[in-house]
């Protein structure tokens, strides 16, 4: 199993400009999170889909960032436009189900710079 | 949320075990308890869970309070491999697909 793809594990980009962040989760699995992780915040839930459908995306810092999952096995998270403070590392991460005891997959991270 | 303590940091010596502890006073009976760990520049990673018996597998064992709260994360022989940031976090509530992480605990293995 590849586990938890992300894509691109670097993003540079000047403020103002629009980023897309890739993920494709396990297959089989039917729930998926985005997670952004800073030394101030550490790592926070932005959203969360369960059957590609968006179940809570109240860690959504505003409007500048949305998440769409158009199938099972793809999803994006776009900021648009990109601010320096937006500079941190955002995991997607995967689990066969939901509920209290299910294991959540991570992805290696997508390091975005907003210069 | 219920709420997990862990400290800062700890230390251990490479080949010996490490017991790290974790508090959860508020826990609820329905609540389970997740380990991870964060090694550096990768993402989080499982490494066990349990609900009120103590666990094993092959990474770590997982050690419950009877009363349920505290726990304490046991690596049986640390490696320099296990030096990362070590989550406690708990599995609660109805829809409880949220892990709240918090600051973790960050071991350093001493070669």
């Known amino acids: 199993d590849a586990g938890v793809i992300q894509s691109p594990r670097h993003e540079v980009t000047e403020m103002g400009q629009e980023v897309t962040l890739r993920c494709k989760p396990i297959?089989?699995?039917?729930?998926l999170f985005w997670y952004r992780q800073t030394m101030m915040r550490g790592l926070e839930l932005l959203i969360y889909?369960?059957?590609?459908?968006?179940?809570?995306d109240s860690g959504m810092p505003e409007d500048r960032f949305s998440a769409k999952m158009p199938n099972a096995s793809f999803s994006t998270l776009k900021i648009q436009p990109s601010e320096p403070r937006d500079s941190a590392v955002y995991f997607c991460?995967?689990?066969?189900?939901?509920?209290?005891?299910?294991?959540?997959?991570f992805g290696p991270g997508t390091r975005l710079l907003v210069l | 949320d219920a709420k997990t303590t862990q400290p800062n940091s700890m230390e251990s010596n490479e080949e010996e075990p490490v017991h790290l502890p974790c508090n959860h006073s508020?826990?609820?009976?329905?609540?389970?308890i997740h380990w991870y760990r964060q090694l550096p520049s990768q993402g989080p990673e499982y490494v066990i869970h349990?609900?009120?018996s103590n666990v094993n597998n092959r990474m770590a064992s997982l050690a419950i309070a009877e009363d349920r709260k505290s726990s304490t994360l046991i690596l049986h022989r640390a490696t320099l491999r296990d030096a990362a940031v070590y989550y406690c976090?708990?599995?609660?509530?109805?829809?409880?697909?949220?892990?709240?992480f918090g600051k973790g605990t960050k071991l350093s293995v001493i070669p």
């Open positions: 991460a995967s689990s066969p189900g939901q509920g209290r005891r299910e294991t959540q997959y």
């Open positions: 297959s089989g699995h039917n729930s």
């Open positions: 889909f369960n059957n590609n459908v968006p179940i809570d």
């Open positions: 508020t826990i609820s009976g329905t609540d389970y």
């Open positions: 349990g609900l009120t």
């Open positions: 976090i708990l599995g609660s509530g109805a829809g409880s697909y949220q892990l709240t």
